[in-house]
C-alpha cells in the first residue's frame, strides 16, 4: 500500500483504502479502480492524497486459505487455552483438525507445484504451531510418505509445544539468550513436560509423542533435552519446519528474514538436519516473499510481484526505483530466471 499525490496517478490504479468525506461518507471503496474521470472528480473534490495497493500486493500463494487458517487457528487457540495439566479429553479435538489441515492442503491446485510465500510475522504459540503443522505437513506430502504418517506428524505438530504451558517461568517476548540459567534450564525441560503430560494417552501415537519430546533435538546432539541425535524421519521434518517458523517469528531468538533463515538451514544441512528433508522444504519456500521490497546488484530497488517455480531465490521483479533513486513510474519486470546477471544484494524492508 502505498499513499500517493493525484498527479502522480497515471489511472487504473486500485485504492488500499475507501476515500471518505468530511462526513465520513464514502466517495470511492477499498479496491475501486482509478479511471481518469474518477480522478478528474477527487482534483474538484480537493482531495490531494490517496491510498493505493502496490502492484506486488498481490497475496502470493498461501499453504492454507485465509478464511481456513483463521478458522483452525481459532480452534486451537480455543482448545490449548483451556486445556489443563493432564485434562486431555479436549486435545483428541486436534486429531481431526489435523486431518481437516491436510485434506484442505491437498485438495489445493498443483500443490506440489507451488513455491509458497511465508513471510516473517509475529506469533503466538496457536499460530506457530499451525504454522509447523502446515508447513511439515507440505513437507512430508512432497516426500511422499504414507498417509497414516502424516496424520501423525499433523497432530504431533499441533501439540509440539503443550509444554510451554506447563512452565513455571514467563518467558514470553524473552530472547533465550537473555534468561538466566536456572530459568534457561526450566524452558529447556518444555518438551519433557509436553511428552509427561500425554505419554500415556492411547489416541496420540508414538510418532507423535516422540515429535512432542524430541522437536528441539538436532542429529548433531546438539539440541535439547536428551542431547539426541538418533532422530526418526518425522521428527527431523518437524525440526526443519520448526526452526524455521521460529526464526521468522522471532521465537525465542532474534527474528530474521526469510532468505537468513534458508541460508542458517542451508549451512546447517548434514549437520544439524537432514540433507533430504532441507532440500525438500527449501523448494517451496520463496526465498524472497510476494511484497518483499528488494535492492538488486544494479543498484536498482525494486518489487517481489511472483515466484519462479524450481527457482524461489530468482522471483521476478518490478523496478521501482533506479541506481540513482529516481522513481521508475512505468513499472519495469525483470525475471531472474531469464536476466541472469541480476541478482538481489539485500532486502529493504523493516
Not at 482534483?43 to 498481490?58: G, M, S, T
Not at 534468561?179 to 526450566?186: C, I
Not at 526464526?247 to 542458517?264: D, L
Amino acid at each position: 500500500m502505498r499513499r500517493k499525490r493525484l498527479d502522480e496517478l497515471e489511472g487504473n490504479e486500485i485504492l488500499a483504502k475507501p476515500i471518505m468525506a468530511e462526513d465520513f461518507c464514502i466517495i470511492l471503496p477499498e479496491g475501486a479502480v482509478l479511471k481518469p474521470g474518477y480522478i478528474k472528480k477527487l482534483r474538484e473534490l480537493e482531495i490531494q492524497k490517496v491510498y493505493i495497493k502496490d502492484d506486488a500486493e498481490e497475496e502470493g500463494i498461501r499453504i492454507l486459505k485465509n478464511e481456513m487458517k483463521e478458522e483452525v487457528q481459532e480452534k486451537i487457540k480455543d482448545i490449548l487455552e483451556h486445556h489443563t495439566y493432564h485434562h486431555n479429553e479436549e486435545l483428541m479435538q486436534l486429531c481431526e483438525t489435523a486431518d481437516n489441515i491436510i485434506v484442505s492442503i491437498v485438495q489445493e491446485d498443483e500443490v506440489a507445484e507451488q513455491v509458497f510465500d511465508v513471510k516473517e510475522r509475529s506469533a503466538d504459540i496457536y499460530e506457530h504451531s499451525l504454522s509447523i503443522c502446515t508447513l511439515a505437513v507440505l513437507t512430508a506430502l512432497k516426500m511422499n510418505l504414507d498417509k497414516k504418517m502424516i496424520h501423525e506428524i499433523g497432530v504431533g505438530c499441533l501439540l509440539h509445544d503443550i509444554g510451554l504451558r506447563y512452565l513455571a517461568i514467563d518467558y514470553s517476548g524473552e530472547n533465550l539468550s537473555s534468561l538466566s540459567e536456572a530459568d534457561m534450564a526450566e524452558f529447556k525441560k518444555h518438551p519433557v513436560y509436553g511428552y509427561s503430560a500425554l505419554k500415556d494417552e492411547t489416541w496420540i501415537s508414538d510418532i507423535g509423542k516422540s515429535i512432542i519430546l524430541y522437536h528441539h533435538e538436532r542429529l548433531d546432539g546438539s539440541g535439547y533435552p536428551l542431547h539426541a541425535s538418533s532422530l526418526t524421519e518425522a521428527i527431523q521434518i518437524v525440526n526443519v519446519c520448526d526452526t524455521f517458523d521460529e526464526m521468522i517469528c522471532g521465537i525465542g531468538c532474534r527474528k530474521v528474514k526469510v532468505y537468513e533463515a534458508v541460508e542458517y538451514l542451508k549451512t546447517f544441512k548434514n549437520i544439524k538436519f537432514g540433507a533430504t528433508i532441507v532440500d525438500t522444504f527449501l523448494k517451496f519456500i520463496a526465498v524472497y516473499p510476494t511484497g518483499s521490497r528488494v535492492r538488486t546488484n544494479e543498484g536498482e530497488v525494486a518489487v517481489v510481484i511472483r515466484q519462479n517455480k524450481e527457482f524461489p531465490e530468482r522471483p521476478v521483479l518490478r523496478i521501482v526505483e533506479d541506481k540513482y533513486g529516481k522513481r521508475v513510474e512505468k513499472g519495469v519486470l525483470k525475471d531472474l530466471i531469464k536476466i541472469h546477471h541480476v541478482f538481489i544484494e539485500e532486502t529493504l524492508d523493516d
